[in-house]
């Protein structure tokens, strides 16, 4: 089993950043893709940017240039930061892990953006 846990949420104004972060604990060795998803009140969740343990990423095209998806593997932990954020980026992002073909999901961290 791997926990996951994120952290970094928060109130900001459009404009601003925000960096999320997301530590893995558990079962977390042979850990692969780690990514991010998002979901807006009264939306299905989306799939924000994601990265492969050798660091290849990928952004969603209504966040590319926006944001950047990074890992530290030695803290099996995955960060997200946000910039020029904007009120249609309001909603809860989740953390989520693939180990052995398992997917894991975080609780999720909420992200409101005031205009």
């Known amino acids: 089993q791997v926990q996951l846990v994120e952290s970094g949420g928060g109130l900001v104004q459009a404009g601003g950043s925000l960096r999320l972060s997301c530590a893995a604990s558990?079962?977390?060795?042979?850990?692969?893709?780690m990514g991010w998803y998002r979901q807006a009140p009264g939306k299905q969740r989306e799939l924000v940017a994601t990265?492969?343990?050798?660091?290849?990423?990928y952004y969603a095209d209504s966040v590319k240039g926006r944001v950047t998806i990074s890992r530290d593997n030695a803290k099996n932990t995955v960060y997200l930061q946000i910039y020029s954020l904007k009120p249609e980026d309001t909603g809860v992002y989740y953390c989520?892990?693939?180990?052995?073909?398992?997917?894991?999901w975080g609780k999720g961290t909420l992200v409101t953006v005031s205009s």
């Open positions: 989520r892990v693939t180990r052995a073909g398992v997917d894991y």
């Open positions: 558990g079962s977390i060795f042979n850990i692969g893709a």
């Open positions: 990265i492969s343990p050798g660091g290849n990423n």
